[in-house]
């Protein structure tokens, strides 16, 4: 279980009272995805104007991607906050769960994501088509593809029965 107080402070650390906070956990690496997830922060950021983007984890295109990020003014929005030992900790205070990443051998985010009763976008890559059954227990997105991953996250923003719905039959996928 997670501490309720640690989970405050992470939502005081990154201001996320207020905002629609996605998350994305792996490695800084080009085969995450990252610039995918930065192309649909700035789609969404004029539609989920509290939108907030933390991505957890370090890696060497921490530099291109804080570039993205400036050159589509979205500082804003989204947050690289590194490597941290709490990652269970911010996943339990995000909305959703983002995963943008464009090979995997197997998501080790995915399980703990519906573990942890959150509601999970993730590109349809490796072993994710055979866990996730779009629109029950997560939503699928094509790789590559920022607009599906902008809608996919509007979808969850607008509808709180939907985000619910995937963190509840989430945890029990993974509890059977």
């Known amino acids: 279980e997670v501490d309720p107080a640690a989970v405050a402070g992470v939502r005081s650390e990154f201001g996320m009272d207020g905002r629609f906070v996605a998350a994305n956990f792996g490695r800084l690496h080009e085969e995450k995805g990252h610039r995918?997830?930065?192309?649909?922060?700035?789609?969404?950021r004029e539609k989920?104007?509290?939108?907030?983007?933390l991505c957890v984890?370090?890696?060497?295109?921490?530099?291109?991607?804080?570039?993205?990020?400036?050159?589509?003014?979205?500082?804003?929005?989204?947050?690289?906050?590194?490597?941290?030992?709490?990652a269970m900790t911010i996943m339990a205070a995000a909305d959703v769960i983002v995963q943008s990443t464009l090979q995997e051998a197997f998501s080790q985010v995915m399980v703990e994501a519906m573990w942890?009763?959150?509601?999970?976008?993730?590109?349809?890559?490796?072993?994710?088509?055979?866990i996730i059954r779009d629109g029950e227990n997560g939503l699928l997105v094509p790789k590559a593809n920022a607009e599906?991953?902008?809608?996919?996250?509007?979808?969850l923003a607008d509808d709180g029965t939907l985000r619910s719905?995937?963190?509840?039959?989430g945890r029990a996928f993974v509890s059977d």
């Open 36 to 44: 995918y997830l930065i192309a649909a922060a700035a789609i969404l």
């Open 116 to 130: 942890m009763s959150k509601p999970l976008v993730i590109t349809d890559v490796s072993g994710a088509p055979d």
């Open 165 to 169: 719905r995937l963190a509840e039959n």
């Open 57 to 86: 984890g370090e890696g060497p295109e921490r530099a291109n991607i804080e570039q993205q990020i400036q050159a589509r003014g979205l500082e804003e929005n989204v947050t690289l906050v590194g490597w941290r030992t709490d």
């Open 48 to 53: 989920i104007p509290n939108l907030l983007v």
């Open 148 to 155: 599906a991953l902008a809608g996919a996250v509007k979808r």
